[in-house]
């Protein structure tokens, strides 16, 4: 893709189908008269007149609890310098957007019009009461570090510069691991820092806070070695400036033990880098392109720790493992402040966790066998489903024995699972199933390249590395629309129909007339079935010249169908495929069977279809909680349909006892935890989320699966095809490019799965 059609999908991105990437959503019922009148006149006088009584009360009766102010002046946004505050909006939105799927945090983003210290800090002072923290973004030194300094004394709510904070937090936590597997002493090492911004001033005041000795600290600018005898320092360099007889960032570090890049790409060569000590820890954290290449630096030093700000190599810098986790313990508790210690908690919960044991979730979104703390993983992964549990927390508790918590906690059981409960709003599911199908990559065929929409999808498919595509296709009009959307690259284009393909055609020919002949297919029918794209496809992929298939986008889902069964087959011990769609929900992940294929299912096939959407689940990384639905509860009634579901549950009991279901249960019962809890104890799934529901028939689940996708606006992902031994998957007709992709990279999950 061109940069001219990558800066048209960055600004149709944000332009449609409405423009920014937030909005506000009532959190109260408003559908009656009754519901307005308690939302505003008369009701709303009586939270009023309580806040009144005590301002504390707002935390009770609003939403300052969990709102954040992201606030710019837009005077150093990104790499872009001083764009103004309606430019740097774009970025404020972005960040309330990582607060709210990370974290659950709401976010307003300020953009403030003003360049003067104390105009900027008026400001947001005077909009304080409404919100019950404050991030600064994107403020450029030294300002930013007076502003933040003054509204942190001046206000009573947590205030953070992120841009100060954040990396330091972040890059602190990996620095106290590489010291540690580097065997040296934080307070012995030589550091030296490149970049003298907000975000090295502040990363080298909390690595001196860690133990780093001042005297082993060597800063450099633009200008080079930052030293005492520079004249026209400002006050936060002259605290870094060095009496050594050192003038160029070369000389500095010979010897030196930990290299910080906060500057800018290619800054450090790699002779620069052999005259670093031995097992030198090497933080380039410059974006998008850091000090210096990874790759060129592990090849020049094996026995260098490197850390990144990319997220394509080991050991990424990224703010977003720190600030929507401290803002939401520091909001937890109420935090007048976000101080030292709170940050100090941070870090060291940030490395105590990579040394713990990763969860089975994170090495499936990264394709790694099993994540080891090691020089190549010295900070979590920004997946990593325990952020949302161990930071807050911590955050909390050194709130607390600070003394700034206006509101301890004192259950911190309960606490730990209302944190848990905040991860089920967004979609890390999906971002975990494209870094799995990034982590190792596979040819995924599409039987109709030719369209346009999968063209588009294949085109981003390649660009973002989630697969290779094969299309197949006309040759020459793929070539025409790949021209028109600027599709670059190399990629494969097959057209069963040429006749330089008939080798390849009479071979798949000639096996699938082996599987069909005993069921009246001639090798006549055979070599004609060959030219049909989803036969060839099928074939394909049967034959190891693709790890996987993508159809259905412009035919019916049984047309599709009947050519991948007479080709691909199933699993051993499976006699009926299946289909499940994976469903994004606001509570969470929902998997829903069977989809598409099976009518009505006998009370066997039924139970294998809830053990084949079992697997899936567990594929990724989700431990399923499986109800089989019915219209009655645990045999309430002895109607043939609901005995059926009776009869599934008691094989899967029987011969599966491991997996967490139970049934027949109706809908609302399986999705409220404390209702069935309460009226069904002895169920084997009471007191669990359930996040997989089996439905009786191909009625009941496909109408529920498309009622949530509409009703819900959730993401739907599927229908996935289960029970094949190659990863073969049929799109609903007329998928979108979206669809396309997300099934694109559960085919290649798929695929690195059926390979182990």
Request: charged share 25%; hydrophobic share 45%; net charge neutral.
């Amino acid at each position: 893709m061109s940069k001219e059609s990558k800066r048209r999908e960055a600004l149709v991105y944000h332009a449609k189908p409405k423009p920014g990437k937030l909005e506000v959503n009532p959190s109260k019922p408003y559908a009656s008269l009754r519901d307005l009148s308690l939302a505003y006149s008369p009701g709303v006088a009586e939270p009023c007149l309580e806040i009144e009584k005590d301002t504390g009360n707002v935390y009770k009766y609003t939403n300052k609890a969990n709102l954040v102010a992201v606030i710019s002046n837009g005077s150093a946004v990104l790499g872009l310098g001083d764009i103004g505050p309606e430019a740097s909006k774009p970025v404020m939105e972005g960040k309330g957007l990582l607060f709210k799927i990370f974290a659950g945090i709401d976010v307003f983003d300020i953009e403030v019009n003003t360049k003067d210290v104390d105009a900027f800090v008026a400001t947001v002072k005077n909009i304080a009461p409404t919100f019950g923290g404050i991030n600064l973004e994107d403020i450029k030194a030294p300002e930013a570090f007076e502003i933040e300094r003054r509204l942190v004394d001046e206000l009573n709510i947590p205030v953070m510069h992120d841009d100060q904070h954040g990396t330091a937090i972040i890059s602190g936590a990996a620095l106290l691991n590489a010291v540690e597997l580097a065997q040296k002493e934080l307070s012995k090492v030589k550091m030296v820092i490149s970049g003298a911004g907000a975000a090295a001033i502040s990363c080298s005041r909390l690595y001196r806070a860690l133990g780093v000795s001042p005297e082993n600290m060597i800063m450099t600018d633009s200008k080079g070695i930052i030293r005492v005898d520079r004249e026209n320092l400002t006050s936060q360099k002259a605290e870094f400036a060095t009496k050594l007889d050192l003038h160029t960032l070369k000389e500095a570090l010979v010897g030196a033990d930990v290299f910080i890049g906060l500057s800018k790409a290619d800054i450090m060569t790699p002779v620069m880098l052999k005259s670093m000590a031995p097992n030198p820890i090497v933080f380039a954290m410059a974006n998008p392109n850091p000090e210096i290449d990874y790759n060129l630096a592990v090849a020049t030093r094996n026995d260098a720790i490197m850390a990144t700000g990319r997220s394509d190599f080991p050991n990424q810098v990224n703010n977003v493992l720190g600030f929507p986790f401290i803002f939401r313990g520091a909001l937890d508790v109420r935090a007048t402040k976000i101080n030292e210690a709170m940050k100090m908690a941070a870090v060291h919960a940030l490395a105590d966790l990579a040394k713990e044991t990763v969860p089975e979730q994170v090495n499936i979104a990264y394709g790694a066998t099993k994540l080891t703390f090691g020089k190549d993983y010295i900070i979590p992964k920004p997946f990593d489903p325990r952020l949302i549990t161990n930071v807050p927390m911590a955050v909390a508790k050194a709130a607390m024995e600070s003394g700034v918590a206006a509101a301890p906690i004192k259950d911190w059981n309960k606490y730990q699972e209302e944190l848990h409960a905040r991860t089920g709003s967004d979609k890390k599911l999906v971002r975990l199933i494209t870094s799995q199908a990034k982590s190792q990559l596979q040819r995924v065929v599409f039987a109709e390249g030719d369209e346009l929409d999968v063209l588009k999808a294949a085109q981003l498919v390649q660009e973002e590395g989630i697969a290779i595509p094969i299309l197949l296709g006309d040759e020459m009009h793929i070539r025409e629309m790949m021209a028109t959307i600027e599709f670059e690259g190399n990629v494969t284009i097959i057209d069963p129909k040429k006749e330089t393909l008939r080798e390849t055609r009479e071979k798949y020919a000639h096996t699938y007339w082996q599987l069909r002949q005993r069921k009246g297919t001639t090798l006549y029918d055979a070599e004609r079935r060959m030219r049909e794209r989803n036969y060839y496809a099928a074939m394909m992929v049967r034959e190891g010249d693709a790890d996987a298939m993508i159809s259905g986008y412009n035919r019916s889902y049984p047309n599709v169908l009947k050519p991948v069964l007479q080709v691909i087959d199933m699993e051993d011990g499976v006699n009926r495929v299946a289909t499940t769609n994976l469903m994004i929900t606001n509570r969470g992940p929902l998997f829903i069977s069977d989809t598409s294929i099976n009518i009505n299912p006998i009370a066997k096939d039924l139970a294998k279809i809830a053990q084949m959407t079992s697997h899936t689940a567990s594929l990724f990384g989700i431990q399923p909680k499986v109800a089989m639905l019915s219209y009655s509860n645990f045999g309430s009634s002895k109607n043939e349909d609901a005995q059926k579901v009776s009869k599934a549950v008691k094989l899967l009991h029987r011969f599966l006892p491991d997996i967490a279901v139970d049934g027949p249960i109706q809908a609302d019962f399986a999705l409220n935890k404390i209702m069935l809890t309460n009226k069904f104890p002895f169920s084997k799934i009471a007191g669990a989320a359930v996040n997989t529901l089996i439905l009786p028939d191909l009625n009941a689940a496909n109408i529920a699966y498309k009622l949530i996708k509409e009703l819900d606006n959730a993401l739907s992902i599927g229908p996935i095809m289960m029970g094949l031994k190659h990863p073969v998957h049929i799109l609903q007709l007329g998928a979108s490019v979206d669809e396309i992709i997300h099934m694109t990279a559960v085919a290649a999950v798929d695929a690195q799965n059926k390979k182990i």
